[in-house]
């Protein structure tokens, strides 16, 4: 997954500066990211809501997430579902 967001924010012709600008994860987490390693899902949520919601070709980074461990999607519906509708937490924060 990690190859494939590199792919995708080198078709944008964006630096890891620039993404990192744009979704509030630092540079050195999208690095880690890009190299597949181990990061927090939070980290993650940011920058796949930029790819899904931005690049046209989005949309294959979910199909990558469903192919993915059953532990780590069981992780990533938790973070959702504590998201509310309008992507804030259900408190108003």
Do not use: C, N
Not at 9 to 26: D, I, M, N, P
């Amino acid at each position: 997954m990690g190859q494939r967001l590199r792919e995708l924010r080198e078709q944008r012709k964006l630096t890891r500066a620039e993404l990192s600008e744009l979704t509030g994860v630092a540079t050195s987490a999208i690095v880690r990211l890009e190299r597949g390693q181990d990061v927090r899902l939070s980290t993650y949520l940011p920058v796949l809501d930029y790819f899904i919601t931005r690049a046209p070709q989005g949309w294959m980074i979910g199909e990558r997430f469903a192919l993915s461990s059953a532990s780590r999607r069981r992780r990533l519906l938790a973070a959702l579902d504590h998201l509310g509708p309008e992507g804030g937490d259900h408190d108003g924060a």
